[in-house]
């Protein structure tokens, strides 16, 4: 192993650089071949160009190569891994320049594009023009300004633009943009990641509903401050992507300032949106019903307790108070956002009374008929329960 000419290199060069924990490591081999990588005990694990496992740490070593783009999709590139392949060859392949430094086993860094410049300056600059030749590079960066608060140079930023408007994420599978989405939602300035995707035209290619919520500033402000809250208040990723659905909406005060008491469930795109996309079915759930149910929840107040009862069916709470947990901790932070106090007392009158109806026992049904019968003298038992326990003015 000693004789190997390795190097550390992308995202934990980076993390490194900026005090960051990170778990994943991944190392770059100048001047071997395969047969000497399998000789000194790797294993070989990558398809379409040469990778290998650590015998020990299990840790990827992949040979230095350079890359050339040959078709499309991210599996369009031919690979050239050769021990002539030099190590400022390969990191200019990468895309960012904060993610094309290396560093070798005697601590020393190899920077050869100007990166760690550009991590002081918070900067996210594409290594070359051959940034445009990977679409999911787009989401990448847009990912990063979340995660990492960073900006875009002008110049990433047009490249970006141009990718987009040549319809290059059409080459990406909704999987994997997803992912890129999925990673930006979790990072610490979601609004940052959805600024990106605006102003590159990526979010409107991925799905031109996901626009509507961005046309009115008013509005646009409330989603990103609230996507920023959730990250904050380290809300879970089902919460996160039912706050990001809310872009499918023109004007989410509206919905719930004009809200006449009823808790039938609004139309919402959220479920098409995350269709498409290839969301979980949990993400999805979670989302749907708060998309339906947003209005309803952020005016419980002013319902009345058979009302009350028919809405956390609705939302599934007796059989999965998890979600139904995810769901009013997305609106306590819309709450939060519109500064209501009101709103406070909603979410609450929703905690209590699904706490009530998880500890009721319903009457002996064994006497009775049909299901109808059953299911009204179980939905009787709990409005009573709730009379008891929450009266209404």
């Known amino acids: ?5 390795h190097y550390l290199v992308g995202g934990a060069v980076r993390d490194e650089l900026l005090g960051i924990p990170s778990a994943d490591k991944d190392f770059v081999v100048v001047g071997s071949t395969v047969e000497e990588m399998i000789s000194n005990g790797f294993m070989p694990v990558g398809r379409d160009f040469p990778v290998f496992l650590h015998p020990q740490t299990k840790e990827e070593y992949a040979l230095a190569r350079t890359e050339r783009k040959t078709g499309r999709g991210h599996q369009g590139f031919s690979f050239y891994a050769d021990p002539s392949v030099k190590l400022e060859e390969d990191l200019a392949r990468r ?12 601590g020393e860094f190899i920077d050869p594009f100007q990166g760690i410049v550009d991590l002081k300056n918070k900067v996210l600059r594409h290594v ?3 940034f445009v030749e990977d679409p999911l590079r787009v989401l990448r960066v847009c990912r990063f300004t979340s995660t990492l608060d960073f900006n875009i140079h002008p110049e990433t930023m047009r490249l970006m633009t141009q990718l987009v408007g040549t319809s290059g994420l059409n080459e990406l599978s909704p999987e994997r ?4 989405i999925l990673k930006g939602l979790m990072g610490k300035k979601p609004s940052r990641m959805i600024d990106s995707l605006i102003n590159c035209g990526a979010l409107a290619a991925i799905n031109s509903s996901l626009s509507h919520g961005v046309y009115e500033s008013k509005n646009k402000k409330i989603i990103y401050k609230t996507l920023d809250l959730a990250a904050a208040n380290n809300l879970s990723i089902e919460t996160r992507v039912a706050i990001f659905c809310l872009l499918t909406e023109h004007n989410i005060e509206n919905i719930i300032q004009r809200y006449i008491p009823n808790v039938f469930p609004r139309k919402n795109l959220s479920k098409g949106v995350l269709t498409q996309l290839r969301a979980t079915k949990s993400q999805t759930q979670t989302s749907t019903l708060l998309s339906s149910h947003l209005d309803s929840i952020l005016n419980a107040a002013e319902l009345s307790n058979e009302q009350i009862v028919d809405l956390v069916m609705h939302l599934d709470g007796l059989r999965n108070p998890a979600r139904f947990r995810k769901i009013l901790d997305a609106a306590s932070v819309i709450n939060q956002t519109l500064n209501s106090r009101s709103y406070v007392h909603h979410v609450s009158i929703l ?10 026992k319903l009457p002996d049904l064994a006497d009775i008929g049909s299901t109808t019968d059953i299911s009204q003298r179980v939905r009787y038992a709990r409005i009573i329960a709730l009379d008891k326990e929450l009266p209404r003015k």
């Open 351 to 360: 905690i209590a009374s699904l706490d009530i109806l998880k500890s009721i």
């Open 1 to 5: 192993m000693n004789k190997l000419s």
């Open 177 to 180: 943009i997803w992912n890129e």
């Open 95 to 106: 895309d960012l320049t904060i993610n094309a430094i290396a560093k070798s086993i005697d």
């Open 128 to 130: 070359s023009d051959a």
